[in-house]
């Protein structure tokens, strides 16, 4: 069974720094690219960074700059720094992993439990 059990995240000030962590376990037969996701009060869920298998990274222009996703594949496990942070990053974020089923081009989305950040101003 495949778990995304996410750690960091909580209340700070505005232009602090966290850094959130997704630790990912069981088989997974090929990630395709993991990425990082936002939900806002009210708002829909929205990826803000993601980084592929080949190491590249995307990320949304509200966090472009800011944020940094990286990942340590000895430990299986990806982060997202978040630096000058603004009230407008509240939110809970959620750690996804996109993976391919074995043998095809199909793909599974996997989801972290979600973490709270809030930014006070």
């Known amino acids: 069974q495949v778990q995304l059990v996410q750690s960091g995240g909580g209340l700070v000030q505005a232009g602090g720094s966290l850094r959130l962590s997704c630790a990912v376990s069981?088989?997974?037969?090929?990630?395709?690219?993991t990425g990082w996701y936002r939900q806002a009060p009210g708002k829909q869920r929205e990826l803000i960074a993601r980084?592929?298998?080949?190491?590249?990274?995307n990320y949304a222009d509200s966090v472009k700059g800011r944020f940094t996703i990286s990942r340590d594949n000895a430990q299986n496990t990806v982060y997202l720094q978040m630096d000058s942070l603004r009230p407008d990053d509240t939110g809970v974020y959620y750690c996804?992993?996109?993976?391919?089923?074995?043998?095809?081009?199909?793909?599974?989305?996997?989801w972290g439990q979600g973490t709270q950040v809030t930014v006070s101003s």
């Open positions: 996804e992993v996109r993976a391919f089923r074995p043998g095809t081009v199909g793909l599974d989305d996997y």
């Open positions: 069981g088989r997974l037969w090929k990630i395709a690219n």
């Open positions: 980084i592929f298998d080949s190491g590249t990274t």
